[in-house]
Nanobody, 126 residues
Framework: QVQLVESGGGLVQPGSSLRLSCLASGFDFDWYEIGWFRQAPGKEREGVSYITSREAQKYYADSVKGRFTISRDDAKYTAYLQMESLKPEDTAVYYC???????????????????WGQGTQVTVSS
């Protein structure tokens, strides 16, 4: 059974840090490229960060560049999103997604990803 399960979300104060995890099962994780997306209430889902297989390349949305770090541990079938200096505007449900090709821009919610997780809530508030 194919699954992506996110964890690590929560309620934190501005300036805090969180690390999100995305645990994969049921497919060859190391062959897949992983994207992190987020969706705030009333807004379109947006790409936050992306990592290719073998960690060859990493990409970030301008809004998180310098604050978020994406990584993966293929031996653990897990991808991570380390989030630093969190801001209220980072509040959203965060999703991880996996795709086996690089067709289409990674950050577009209309780009096809093979698998999606169920999401984890991140709330940044004082």
């Amino acid at each position: 059974q194919v699954q992506l399960v996110e964890s690590g979300g929560g309620l934190v104060q501005p300036g805090s840090s969180l690390r999100l995890s995305c645990l994969a099962s049921g497919f060859d994780f190391d062959w897949y490229e992983i994207g992190w997306f987020r969706q705030a209430p009333g807004k379109e889902r947006e790409g936050v960060s992306y990592i290719t297989s073998r960690e060859a390349q990493k990409y970030y949305a301008d809004s998180v560049k310098g604050r978020f770090t994406i990584s993966r541990d293929d031996a653990k079938y897990t991808a991570y999103l380390q989030m630093e200096s969190l801001k209220p505007e980072d509040t959203a449900v965060y999703y991880c997604a996996a795709r086996s090709n690089d067709l289409g821009p990674w950050y577009s919610p209309r780009t096809h990803y093979d698998y999606w997780g169920q999401g984890t809530q991140v709330t940044v508030s004082s």
